[in-house]
C-alpha cells in the first residue's frame, strides 16, 4: 500500500511540473521580466558546481558605470517556487533593479525536487555562495559583503545558510563548505517559508498542493520527517547573532502568519530587522508571489524598503 502511495505521489509531483512550468514561462515572458532596467553587463548561466547544468549555474549582474565606488556589495538571490518549481530567469528584472542601485547581483538556480531532495538543495546552496566568495571581485564585488535574498523557498534556503553558517550543529546530512558568519552581513527574507511543518498544519485549502511540495523535498509524513522539519525551520532555532534582516510580507498572503511569527522571534532574541507587512487595505493584491508583479504598488514600495534597508546596514 506505501509503495502504490509512493509511486502514485511521484506520478503527481512530475506531471505537476509542466503545468508550472508553462505558466511559469508565459509569467516570464509577458510579466516578469518586462521593461528592464539597464546595467552594465550581465553574465548568464556560470556554472558553480563544477557541473554544466542550468539548475547548477548563476547569472551576474554588474551595475551600470555611474556606480564607481567599487567594490561594491555582493547580493545572492534564491528563487521560490516550494523547492518543486521556479527558474532564476523569471527573476532577472529583480536581479536588474539591485544592480541598477549600486549592487553586484548573483542570481542563482538550484537543483529541484522531487528529483533533488532538501539536501542537494541546501549543498547547491553551499557551493553558490562558496563560487560567489571566490570569484566577485571578478566582477567588481566584495566578497566580505555579501546578502543573501530569497522569496518564499529562496528565503528558507538564504536563512538556513545564514543559521548553519554559525552554528555547524544544523549542517547534519549536509557537506559544502560555508562563508563567515561575518562576511554574511543582511538577508532579504521575502514571504518566506521559516517553517515548513508549520505551513502544513496551518493550511487550508492549500493544504494539498504544500503536501505535495513538503514531501517531495523532505519525504512522507512520519515522526522523523517532522523532528527533521524542526531541525530545518528557522523560526524555531533562531539565536542571537543571526544577521540582520529585512522581513517582507502581505497580509493578504496565507502565509503571512509564518513570516509574523519568524518577526516575533526576531523581537525575543533581538536580532535586527525590520518587517514590512502591508496591510490588506492598502496593498489587497500583495498577497504570495506579488514581488514578481514588478509594477504594482505592493512590490515597488517594497523594492524601495528593500534598497534602503541594505544601504543602511551595508
Known amino acids: 500500500m506505501e509503495l502504490m502511495k509512493g509511486l502514485l505521489f511521484r506520478a503527481a509531483a512530475y506531471l505537476s511540473k509542466p503545468l508550472l512550468k508553462l505558466l511559469e514561462l508565459y509569467g516570464r515572458c509577458f510579466v516578469f521580466n518586462s521593461c528592464m532596467p539597464r546595467i552594465k553587463e550581465a553574465y548568464y548561466d556560470l556554472p558553480y558546481a563544477g557541473s554544466r547544468r542550468r539548475s547548477r549555474s ?18 545572492v538571490n534564491f528563487h521560490g517556487g516550494g ?15 539591485l544592480a541598477k542601485s549600486g549592487f553586484l547581483v548573483c542570481n542563482a538556480n538550484y537543483r529541484l525536487a522531487p528529483g533533488a531532495d532538501y539536501r542537494k538543495q541546501l549543498e547547491d546552496v553551499c557551493a553558490a555562495v562558496e563560487w560567489v566568495r571566490e570569484n566577485a571581485a571578478r566582477f567588481g564585488g566584495d566578497p566580505s559583503r555579501i546578502v543573501l535574498a530569497g522569496d518564499s523557498a529562496g528565503a528558507w534556503l538564504a536563512g538556513w545558510y545564514a543559521q548553519a553558517a554559525a552554528r555547524p550543529e544544523l549542517r547534519e546530512g549536509i557537506s559544502g563548505p560555508f562563508a563567515d558568519p561575518r562576511e554574511l552581513r543582511a538577508l532579504v527574507l521575502i514571504y518566506g517559508a521559516f517553517d515548513w511543518q508549520d505551513i502544513l498544519d496551518r493550511s487550508r485549502m492549500l493544504k494539498p498542493f504544500m503536501s ?8 512522507p509524513d512520519s515522526p522523523q520527517r517532522r523532528e527533521l522539519l524542526g531541525r530545518l525551520s528557522i523560526t524555531r532555532n533562531l539565536q542571537p547573532g543571526f544577521p540582520p534582516c529585512i522581513i517582507i ?10 513570516a509574523r ?18 496591510p490588506w487595505f492598502l496593498f489587497p493584491e500583495a498577497t504570495h508571489a506579488f514581488m514578481l508583479f514588478w509594477f504594482s504598488p505592493a512590490s515597488l514600495w517594497s523594492m524601495f524598503r528593500i534598497k534602503r534597508f541594505l544601504r543602511s546596514t551595508l
Open 58 to 75: 548563476l547569472d551576474v549582474f554588474v551595475p551600470p558605470r555611474k556606480h564607481r565606488r567599487m567594490p561594491y556589495p555582493v547580493v
Open 83 to 97: 523547492l518543486i518549481s521556479m527558474d532564476k530567469r523569471s527573476y532577472e528584472r529583480f536581479s536588474r533593479s
Open 212 to 219: 505535495l511540495m513538503i514531501r517531495s523535498a523532505f519525504g
Open 249 to 258: 510580507s502581505g497580509r493578504t498572503d496565507p502565509i503571512h502568519p509564518i
Open 261 to 278: 511569527d519568524f518577526a516575533r522571534a526576531c523581537s525575543e532574541k533581538g536580532v535586527p530587522h525590520r518587517k514590512v507587512f502591508l
